[in-house]
């Protein structure tokens, strides 16, 4: 009998060369070609039949897994693992196929290029200039020797601070993991997170959404930033209380943001997006040409040697 393969992210599902490569291993593969958002209703129908899955930021809950008794592994397109119930899988057996930091330089050259978009004025200016007419020679500052706040010290955040060390800047830093002979010999000041809502020109986020991080930038830590500093989000999107963050920009509390994710996507708020002072793209921070390749063929070899044995 033929393994059932099927491919829930429209990203892999629009690569040619990653269709071509599971097809060859996995003949009859069913692809997301038209890019659906699944609903989980819509999810459990559209895997009800495989035998493996290629996910990418799907709900994989216990309530779509338990209808799917047929699923004997899933493939994660991607690192992020919130959306998965671990626990379903580990307790029926259903294997998860995933390799940590995949993506990992595709995300910090995103972060880099926010946090020296902001820093200098590139954003706000081309938005003026683009939109409506306004000649701002107002240059910003530059990124080199000022304080990097890093909240967040796992695959995405070591890459960054690697891209960091020619800017020459004072990096605080703080993680749930003690990493204190890595914070040693890279001159880094691992401190708590008020000290880094305080002191940090530019705050960047590379931490994955649990209760412990949901909205951990809230109406209180961004009061604590400098009316000059800047916020960078290109974890996840419910880590940042969406409506606090508008508040504070709108209001010029803080000098900016740049977000790569958000607490609904596509967001809705198109007043928030609007906003010169944000910046943003569409989640799109591990997802460059190589990253993309690495993560689908990471993918389509943990169900083959699954499947191989």
Avoid at 204 to 220: F, G, I, R, S, Y
Avoid at 252 to 272: M, R, T
Wanted: hydrophobic residues 40%; glycine residues 8%.
């Amino acid at each position: 009998m033929n393994t059932i393969i099927k491919v829930t992210s429209p990203s892999f599902s629009k690569s040619m060369v990653l269709k071509k490569e599971l097809l060859e291993k996995f003949p009859g593969t069913i692809f997301n070609t038209e890019g659906v958002r699944f609903s989980d209703e819509e999810l459990i129908e559209y895997l009800k039949s495989a035998d493996g899955a290629i996910i990418g930021l799907e709900n994989m809950s216990e309530a779509v897994l338990s209808k799917l008794p047929n699923l004997k592994i899933l493939s994660k397109y991607g690192v992020g693992l919130d959306g998965v119930n671990i626990d379903y899988c580990v307790n029926n057996n259903v294997k998860l196929g995933w390799l940590p930091g995949v993506n990992k330089r595709s995300a910090s050259e995103l972060t880099l290029c926010f946090m020296m978009g902001l820093t200098r004025n590139v954003f706000n200016s081309s938005y003026k200039i683009k939109i409506n007419n306004i000649w701002d020679k107002v240059g910003g500052f530059e990124l080199t020797g000022k304080t990097v706040g890093i909240i967040g010290v796992g695959h995405v955040g070591k890459d960054l601070i690697s891209l960091l060390k020619g800017f020459k800047c004072k990096i605080l830093v703080n993680d749930i993991v003690n990493q204190d002979k890595y914070y040693s010999a890279n001159n880094l000041e691992k401190c708590d997170k008020d000290r880094i809502f305080r002191e940090s020109d530019v705050i960047t986020l590379h931490v994955p959404h649990t209760q412990e991080t949901h909205h951990l930038v809230n109406k209180d830590s961004l009061a604590k930033m400098k009316k000059t500093a800047f916020l960078v989000n290109v974890s996840r999107g419910k880590v940042v209380d969406q409506d606090a963050l508008k508040f504070a920009l709108e209001e010029e509390l803080i000098a900016g943001a740049a977000l790569d994710v958000f607490e609904e996507e596509p967001p809705e708020d198109i007043d928030f997006i609007a906003l010169n002072n944000l910046a943003c793209t569409p989640h799109i921070g591990g997802n460059s040409e190589e990253a993309v390749l690495s993560m689908g063929r990471s993918a389509i070899l943990h169900l083959e040697e699954f499947f191989s044995t």
